[in-house]
C-alpha cells in the first residue's frame, strides 16, 4: 500500500497570498496518477488536478500541480476567499486507493 | 449531468450489518469505462477508500475492510450497493458513492452528497 502523507496538516494565509501544499508517497507514484482534491465543510471534495498537473475543466488558472515520483505540491497563487477549505491527495497508481490526511488551509 | 444519490439507515447497531444504495442518474453503472465504490469519512478525519467494482473488470477492496466489505450492482435499477458486516463505533462516517474513472487511473470525478451512518446501540 503506499501511504501518502501531506504537509503542512494547517496552513494560515492571507488572501491574495500564495499557497503551497506538499504531498509525499511512500513510494514512486508512476505515470504521475496523484490527483487533488478540494473539500468545503459539509460538501463532498471534488476533483481539482489529475495526472499531478491537469487542471479539470473550469478550475482557475491560479492552482496548479506539479510534481513526479513521490513528491508532488499543489500551488494556489493568490488566495481567493472561497478557497479556504481543505485539500486532499490521492494516488491512483495501485490499489488500495490512498489518501493522504489533508492540508487545511485557513484564512491569518 | 451525472449525479449520484446515497440511501439507507442513518443509525446501525453494533455487530450489525450496514447496508447503503446510491442511484445513479445521467449516466450508467454498466459502462465500462468508469469503477463505481465507496469512500467514507469519519467525523473531522480524513478520506478512506472502501471499494470500487467495474463491470468491465474486477472488483477491489481496501484490504482492510475486505474481510467485511461487499460492493455490488444492480443495472436494472441503476444502482450500486454496500454491505458492511460486523460494525463498531470505528465505523461511524460519512459515506460516500462515487464514480471512478477506469482509463487513465481511478480518481473520483463524480460524487455522492455523502450519507451520515452512526453505529450506535
Known amino acids: 500500500e503506499i501511504v501518502m502523507t501531506q504537509s503542512p496538516a494547517t496552513l494560515s494565509v492571507s488572501p491574495g497570498e500564495r499557497a503551497t501544499l506538499s504531498c509525499r508517497a511512500s513510494q514512486s507514484v508512476s505515470r504521475s496518477y496523484l490527483a487533488w482534491y478540494q473539500q468545503k465543510p459539509g460538501q463532498a471534495p471534488r476533483l481539482l488536478i489529475y495526472g499531478a498537473s491537469t487542471r479539470t475543466t473550469g478550475l482557475p488558472a491560479r492552482f496548479s500541480g506539479s510534481g513526479s515520483g513521490t513528491e508532488f505540491t499543489l500551488t494556489i497563487s493568490s488566495l481567493q476567499s472561497e478557497d479556504f477549505a481543505v485539500y486532499y491527495c490521492q494516488q491512483y497508481d495501485t490499489w488500495p486507493l490512498t489518501f493522504g490526511g489533508g492540508t487545511k488551509v485557513e484564512i491569518k | 449531468q451525472l449525479q449520484l444519490q446515497e440511501s439507507g439507515p442513518g443509525l446501525v447497531k453494533p455487530s450489525e450489518t450496514l447496508s447503503l444504495s446510491c442511484t445513479v442518474s445521467?449516466?450508467?453503472?454498466?459502462?465500462?469505462?468508469?469503477?463505481w465504490g465507496w469512500i467514507r469519512q469519519p467525523p473531522g478525519k480524513g478520506l478512506e477508500w472502501i471499494g470500487s467494482f467495474s463491470y468491465g473488470g474486477s472488483s477491489n477492496y481496501n484490504p482492510s475492510l475486505k474481510s467485511r466489505v461487499t460492493i455490488s450492482g444492480d443495472t436494472s435499477k441503476n444502482q450500486f450497493s454496500l454491505k458492511l458486516t460486523s460494525v463498531t463505533a470505528a465505523d461511524t462516517a460519512v459515506y460516500y458513492c462515487a464514480r471512478f474513472a477506469n482509463s487513465g487511473g481511478a480518481k473520483v470525478d463524480y460524487w455522492g452528497q455523502g450519507t451520515l451512518v452512526t453505529v450506535s446501540s
Open positions: 445521467g449516466g450508467s453503472i454498466s459502462n465500462t469505462n468508469y469503477y
